[in-house]
Structures are given as C-alpha cells and as structure tokens.
C-alpha cells in the first residue's frame, strides 16, 4: 500500500557513478568514471521473477513501474510491501492476496523480446491491451517544447559524468517533475511509471522525454502511463510510429537545439506559439 | 545442416530502410527515412520461444545466433532446418532430435533481464557457464586500432540514413569480415554469431565492434564468441567492466578520432606500433 511503499523508496540508492582507472591510446594512465551497475532479482509473493540490472538509485519505484507495465500487479492498493536488500540484491514484493506468483506463471505462457538496444521482454501481448488515447484537447507550444528540451540539455546527469547510461523526463509543460537515469533506459521508464503510480499523477497533461530510440515498447508504455506527447533526442522505428499511429501519441524526434520532427499527432502541437 | 540453413540466408532479405514524411519544428513537411522493424517468432520444434524485433537483414544468421547464445542449440548440426516466413513473421526451426521444444522448458524456468538498452533476456544463468579466455598471445596493434575504427566510420549504413539502429563489426585485424546492424544491438550481435557458427570461424584471432554501450550482457556474449578484444565507440558499465576482468577480455571504449579508454586487458595492445 501506498504507506508502505513510500518509506523505503529514499533508503535503498546506492551510489550511481564509480571512480575507475583506464589507459588512453598512448598507454598512459587516466582517471575515469563508469555508472555502477547492480543486479536486482525481484520475487513476487516468493516466486522470482526477473533480474534487472540498474544504478539501483529509485529501486522501489522501479520495482513497482516493472510490475505496473509489466501488468503482473494491477492496482497500487494490491502491493502489501516491497524490501529491497542490497547486500543480497533482492527485492521481496508481497501482494495481499499473495497470488502474484500464480498471475506470473500465466502471463510468461507468452513472451514478447521486443526491439529496444537489447532484447526487452512484456509478458503477454502488450499491443492488443493497449487502449488508444483520446484526443481530450491536450495542446503543447513549439516554444515550450523548446524550453523543456533546453532544461533537459542542462540537467546534472549521471551521463555527463560516465556516460553509458539512459535517460528519461516526465514534465508538466517545460517543468520537469521527474527525471530518471538508468543502465537500461527500460528501467528509467518504468521508474517513472511507478513514481506516478505512487503518486497518482495522470499522464494525459503531461510530456515525456527519452534520450533513447521512439522504438514501439518505448512508444507502448507511454501509452499505459496515458501520456499523449513523446519526445526524444534520437529517432524512430518503424514499429515505433506505427504504434503511435494506432495509439494516438504525438510523437517528437530528433529534438535538440531548436530543432525538431514531429514523426505523429502534429494536430497537439502549435507551432505558431 | 549447414547445407540446409545457408541456402536460406539470401532469400528473407528485407527492405532496411522505410521512407516517410515528417513536420518539422516550423511545421514544414520534410521527407525522411526511418529502420524498418519487422516480428520474427522463433518456433523450435513447434514451440513458441521468443518474439524479436529486427530489421530482417539476415533472419536465418540471427535465428541460429539467438539459439547458439541463449544455449538453445548445442551444436549447429543439430539445427536440421530454418524456414523463414515474413509474410506471417515466423522463423519455424526443426532439429535433428526434435527435443528443442523440452530444452526450451528447462532453461525457462531462469530468465535475467539484463542491462542493454532494454531488458534484454538470458535464458539460464549466463556467467555461471562462461569460460574465460585464456591469453594465447594475440595481441592488436594501436594503428590497427585506427585503421579499424577509421574503416567502421566509413562504412555506408543504415544508421547514416535512418538512424534508431545498432551495428556490430566482426574483424581480422583492421579487416571487417562482417557488419550487421539492428534495431536491437543484441540481434546485431546475435546475427554476427549465427554467422561464425555458418561458416566454422574462430573467434580467437578476432575483434569485435560494437557501436552500443560495454554492458554486462555485451561483454558475455563476446566471450562466448571467443573473442579476446571489444571495442565500442561508448563507454562501459561497472558489470562491464567486472565480466571483462573475470573473463579475460580486452575491454576499449570511447573509440573513435584516433582515440579509445582502455578499460581492461591491456596486455593484448602493442602500444608502440
């Protein structure tokens, strides 16, 4: 439940960016920074489910954006607790009707790995679930657009200190409200999903930013967060804009300095502001 | 057989490349091209395995690939058939004793969802069944480092035109013997395996390019290729860098301009050359 979530999200980071040593292309020594990486095996009612491996730093809100988008939970209100030990890498998930581990068995009857920079997986078909979202007269200014990409250029990151990571914002016009890193930009997506479940913060007002490919799972779980306006900084996929086109998401690429495509749904977009 | 797969390999080529039209931040239209990104269900002995997105450039090589690095398949002799079907976006595989299907079950019942981009799968416990490389004195000379990262940078790829893919590189020396790319990067690496297995090629006098981050999961399947050295124009992770360590691999980032970080085995480069 919402209260016994909450507590644990602040106690479990871990540190996301570790010093190394490296030589250049002179053999000469120099100092580096590489992101950290941690395997957490998550067990839903005891039955393990998944290792995902991330910078460990929003672990529960994770956890639950897995279970969310994955649907292997469907309410907040049926998560009993979740307890993330990292000496073990574990995250113990208990629901309180403990049958998450029977949904489990049923839902990997059928697997899907999915595009993405690596092989990502949905348990059971995520495509035919999705409900297409509803043009409610949701409307973002070109100038905004520009705004948001601009704050999200000049964020601290984990990136700009060791690269090799994705990142992912959710905003409010060019308010950014939040912004997760992650090894597997997967894993950031999901940690927003489950920062809004927390919070019960509707996707239909809001904008959401990757620094990853607009690949159809990416395109998929922003239409299960009801968000109606994707941006990245990269292109996309032709699946990716196939499910925008069945979906209704607007979907933005190629976005930096002033500059963008609108791949789908230029109707929410006013270019004249 | 081999003389049954490679037959195949030519024939479900697909179209890379899609063309479109897009706004752009003016609202003006502006022509574009875009990967294509088409399902391949994998049946292995008439059990559904998997669903991969890719780009459909070489479905029997990744087919084989996928099964040889998720340890689906032994030996490529036992593969006794792959049918490729676009029109119903199926790659049926028979073997010789009929068993994948069984096998398939077993290994099941321990996914990870590793780092990538996505939540890439492993079928089983991947590291545990590594066997590091041993140093058997192959060493690579910096300027054939620069001569190979050079070559890469003028290869005519679907990135160029498209963007939203990854490419893998298989080389001798400064001498590219395969170049495969793919929505996903694993497919990409998966297709350059299925290919080695094809045609008997050794990994242990090789390198491998990869234009995706040194993840845990990258680094493994390198290892499985037998190959020593990885280079990749981004950076690594921490369990990158820690599976390079364990296993032996020489671990090179950030290359590109006459430049790379070596992050790991050293001892293979000739510094002075």
């Known amino acids: ?16 960016v570790i ?18 990486e941690r395997a957490l095996t998550l067990y839903l009612d005891k039955r393990e489910i998944v290792t995902l491996m991330s910078l460990g730093q929003l672990p529960e809100a994770l956890v639950l954006g897995y279970l969310r988008n994955q649907r292997l939970v469907e309410n907040l ?6 307890q993330v030990d990292w000496q073990v890498g574990a995250a113990a998930i208990t629901t309180l009707d403990g049958d998450g581990g029977e949904r489990c068995n049923d839902l990997l009857r ?18 035919e679930r999705l409900t297409p979202l509803r043009d409610d007269g949701f409307r973002v200014a070109r100038s905004t657009l520009f705004a948001l990409i601009d704050r999200v250029r000049q964020l601290d990151t984990v990136y700009k200190r060791s690269g090799a990571v994705h990142g992912c914002v959710l905003a409010a016009g060019s ?21 809004m479940w927390m919070e019960g913060e509707a996707g239909s007002d809001k904008l959401f930013y990757t ?17 109606p306006v994707l941006v990245s900084r990269s292109g996309t996929t032709e699946m990716g ?16 300095n002033e500059r963008f495509m609108v791949f789908n749904g230029a ?5 004249a502001a």
Chains 1, 2 share one sequence.
């Open 267 to 271: 109707e929410r977009i006013d270019f």
């Open 19 to 36: 010093a190394g040593t490296v030589l250049d292309q002179d053999g000469k020594q120099l100092p580096t920074q590489m992101p950290g």
């Open 77 to 82: 209100r049926d998560v009993a607790s979740i």
């Open 241 to 256: 804009l196939d499910v925008a086109r069945q979906c209704g998401v607007t979907l933005i690429g190629r976005a930096r």
């Open 211 to 227: 620094t990853g490919r607009l690949t159809s799972e990416m395109v998929i779980k922003v239409v299960e967060m009801g968000i």
């Open 175 to 195: 308010r950014i409200l939040h912004h997760v890193e992650d090894i597997g930009r997967h894993n950031a997506v999901d940690s927003i999903s489950g920062l």
């Open 110 to 127: 059928r697997r899907t790995v999915t595009a993405g920079c690596g092989q990502g997986t949905q348990f059971g078909n995520a495509l």
């Open 1 to 16: 439940m919402l209260m016994e979530c909450r507590p644990l999200l602040s106690e479990a980071r871990c540190e996301p």
